[in-house]
């Protein structure tokens, strides 16, 4: 049986959509099992050893219609025998349309029920502690009898990767037989952003607690944001913090967050890998991001994350995502660090 799984763009989906082949796999060791994503986000998946092939679009297939007709043929060429269309927008419809397969799988659309054999419409509700988005994704294995089972994403390094990561560290000066952390100061956008100076706060927190080292996840292009909460820090803190020491590529990073005790910060793609990796994790919520779809695996102590609704629902009560989303500085301000550190203090005890 050959299955093309389509999740395209955001790296933190395509890592969790990546628990399909391990599940698939296991009930069907001969298939082979094909998945198509966006180039960029192809570190978080390479090594997998559930993924036989990569189908990749690159950003020129995206943006030029005739490149895209090409590699629909490309598709079509293939013979698929089902697909799983985790993604469910028009490009990853036209993908599935284009396969032919027999079996079509993807999330319930009233407007895209034709194109598709079996639909499944998201629940509201967790039933784990692995949260809407495993639970949602590993429904779509229902057509092929896939024993009930919860599955976690993994990134898969190897010795060398972990080998080079342990010296940049020990290089740079960090004692890695102290307590290390990585903190997500910067979300994937302003409004996924913990104010700087309360996450400045927070550091403070986490030296002070912990006697710790501290490194800051950022990209070049964010350096200046990222220097903003360096100076925002208290004198002592900035003691502790490495702020030249960060991931050059996202498999550097993957690598050097291996080495690290926690990571600690917004929610985005990195808390999700740093999961993927054994990390313990320690996550603010944007407001308008739901909760219940991305805290995966807490348990209140290994993976503890917080948002402005366990603490104001009545913020939240009859209003909308995108009424949320639109207020969402609003209520960043309404999150001070005070509902935050006797938490994150609790987290800290552990190191």
Known sequence: MKILIIQQKMIGDVLTSSILFEALKETY????????????????VQNNPFIDEFVLITSEI????RKFYQFLKTIKKAKYDAVIDVYSKISSNLISRFTKANIKISKYKPYTTSLYTHTFKDA?????????????????????NVPDKIYRPKIYLNKDEIAKAQDLLTQSGI??????FMIGVLGSGPNKTYPLPHMADLIDTIVSETKGQVLFNYIPTQETE????????????RKHIYLK???????????ITKHCSAFIGNEGGATNMAKALGIPTFTIFSPWIMKEAWNMFD???????IHLKDFKPELFQDKSKKDVK????????QFPPKYIIPKLKEFLKQF
Do not use: W
């Open 245 to 255: 020491v960060y991931g050059k590529s996202l498999r550097e990073f993957f690598a």
């Open 175 to 180: 004692d890695l037989t102290k307590p290390l």
């Open 124 to 144: 509201k509700k967790p039933q784990t502690n692995a949260g809407l988005a495993i639970e949602n994704r590993l429904q779509l294995l229902k057509p092929f």
């Open 299 to 305: 348990d209140d102590k290994e993976n503890v994350s």
């Open 226 to 237: 990222a220097k903003i909460v360096y100076n925002f820090c208290q004198k002592e803190s």
């Open 326 to 333: 639109n207020k969402a500085y609003m209520l960043y301000e």
């Open 62 to 65: 995206e943006s030029n219609n």
């Open 29 to 44: 060791p001969e298939s082979e099992l094909h998945y198509c994503i966006n180039s960029h986000t192809f570190p978080v």
